[in-house]
């Protein structure tokens, strides 16, 4: 009925579409399809399954642009943590929250893995959306946690952490391509040269999988494949000397940064596209909110930044300082 009074009938095909059929249709030529379809080949997802607005992604790009924060990304936490510190808040570092208590769908405080109760009539939840729901709040109905446990999972993939000699001008980020999925090589050395430590440069080598494929991999499987790729000649044009700082599989991302079951966000279907991912301010339970992934925009470094900030505007609209 919304569509009918919006005036939006005539989008209904084009959101019901997916992007491989719009380029399809577009009759474009096959490398520059694949080249609009990168951030759907990096979320290691076929192009037939991907959103059709996901073709408007690359004109983000090059028409407004991506920014790069002086300093890295390490920059944004960095300056939070400052703020936060001098409005006074107290920060308790390395204290796992087991459990967020919500008795009648309202928040009580959160429970520590040490088992000490902090009251408190928010919570703004930095985890997994899903994993929020389904291993945090406690007493969260079953009907509801089984939906979000149905929900097809997109994985971290994997990551080679590189010091390199030499720079591979003038691709930021280059793509390898692998069916549905790619290899990306990101070279932050070529935006900030200050990063040089001793002439060696910082890079990448990440790889999308599939959720289901990194766990048949196994640790040592995704370990394999990291030595395979760093075998390859491809993203080593220009670079005179490398070295490997650290292989991260998904299980390590998992275990290092708390994800739910080794994994980023919901992918992002067309169904999940229409529907919306989950709601920063919780519809189930008051006066809990979300910032982590499964949340609008996602979870990537700029995303979660996005993320917060959204999420933060839901909470100071319900409670606004006095």
């Known amino acids: 009925m919304d569509v009918l009074r919006n005036g939006s009938l005539g989008s209904v095909p084009f959101m019901l579409s997916s992007l491989a059929a ?3 249709k577009a009759a474009l030529p096959p490398a520059l399809q694949e080249s609009i379809g990168s951030w759907t080949h990096i979320a290691g997802q076929p192009m037939t399954q991907a959103p059709a607005p996901m073709a408007f992604v690359p004109g983000l790009f090059h028409g407004v642009g991506a920014y790069y924060p002086q300093g890295g990304m390490r920059a944004v936490p960095e300056l939070l943590e400052a703020e936060a510190l001098a409005a006074g808040v107290d920060v308790q570092y390395t204290t796992k929250v087991r459990a967020i208590v919500a008795p009648h769908k309202q928040v009580a405080g959160v429970r520590t893995a040490a088992g000490e109760f902090l009251p408190a009539t928010a919570v703004m939840s930095d985890a997994s959306g899903i994993g929020t729901y389904v291993e945090l709040v406690e007493d969260f109905p079953a009907p509801e946690k089984e939906k979000l446990q149905r929900l097809p999972l997109q994985s971290p993939g994997t990551c080679a952490y590189l010091a390199v000699r030499g720079r591979q001008p003038p691709y ?6 692998r069916g549905a999925g790619c290899t990306a090589l990101v070279q932050p050395g070529l935006l900030d040269a200050g990063l040089a430590q001793e002439g060696w440069y910082p890079a990448r080598l990440i790889s999308p999988l599939a959720h289901a494929e990194a766990a048949a991999l196994g640790p040592e499987g995704q370990h394999q494949l990291i030595d395979q790729q760093l075998a390859e000649g491809w993203w080593q044009e220009g670079i005179s000397a490398y070295k ?3 292989r991260r599989s ?5 275990r290092d940064y708390h ?9 992002m279907t067309s169904r999940l596209m229409r529907k919306g991912r989950l709601a920063h301010r919780s ?19 700029s ?3 996005i993320a917060g900030v ?4 839901c909470l100071t609209h319900d409670y606004p300082r006095v």
């Open 22 to 24: 719009v380029l399809t």
């Open 172 to 177: 930021y980020i280059r793509f390898k391509l």
């Open 244 to 246: 490997v700082l650290h």
């Open 250 to 254: 998904t299980f390590e991302w998992g």
């Open 259 to 267: 994800l739910y079951r080794d994994s980023m966000n919901p992918v």
């Open 283 to 301: 519809p189930t339970v008051r006066g809990l909110y979300l910032t982590g992934s499964s949340t609008h925009p996602g979870q990537w470094m």
């Open 303 to 305: 995303f979660c930044a």
């Open 310 to 313: 959204l999420a933060a505007d």
